[in-house]
C-alpha cells in the first residue's frame, strides 16, 4: 500500500502566501514525477504543477511566477510553495505522485485533496 498525505491548505487573503506539503508513504520503491493538480467546483481538475525526480519543473500559465514546487527525494515530499495568491485559485488542491511500488510496478497515486480557499 502506498499513500500520499496532505497539508498546509486553509483559508486567506488575497494577496498571501500558503504552503502546500505532500509526503508519500509505504510500499515504494522509488518516486518518479510528483504534482499539483486543483479542482474549483463545477471545473474539470488541472494541473498546476509538476516536478521530476531529477528537479526538472513545469506550472500552468495561470499560476507562472507566483507558485513553486519543490521536492525532497530523501522524505519523498512534494511541495508547492502559493504566493500572490489570487481568489481564483480556490480550489481542492490534489497531490500526484507516480511511484515505482516494491513489486517493481508504477502507478499513479493520489492524495486525498487539501482546500485552499482564497477571499477578496
Known amino acids: 500500500q502506498v499513500h500520499l498525505v496532505e497539508s498546509g491548505g486553509g483559508l486567506v487573503q488575497a494577496g498571501g502566501t500558503l504552503r502546500l506539503s505532500c509526503a508519500a508513504s509505504?510500499?515504494?520503491?522509488?518516486?518518479?514525477?510528483m504534482g499539483w493538480y486543483r479542482q474549483a467546483p463545477g471545473k474539470p481538475r488541472e494541473l498546476v504543477a509538476r516536478?521530476?525526480?531529477?528537479?526538472?519543473?513545469n506550472y500552468a500559465d495561470s499560476v507562472k511566477g507566483r507558485f513553486t514546487i519543490s521536492r525532497d527525494n530523501a522524505k519523498n515530499t512534494v511541495y508547492l510553495q502559493m504566493g500572490s495568491l489570487k481568489p481564483e485559485d480556490t480550489a481542492v488542491y490534489y497531490c500526484?505522485?507516480?511511484?515505482?511500488?516494491?513489486?517493481?510496478?508504477?502507478?499513479?497515486?493520489w492524495g486525498q485533496g487539501t482546500q485552499v480557499t482564497v477571499s477578496s
Open positions: 509505504g510500499s515504494i520503491f522509488s518516486v518518479n514525477d
Open positions: 500526484n505522485a507516480q511511484i515505482l511500488t516494491i513489486a517493481r510496478i508504477t502507478l499513479p497515486y
Open positions: 516536478i521530476s525526480s531529477g528537479g526538472s519543473t
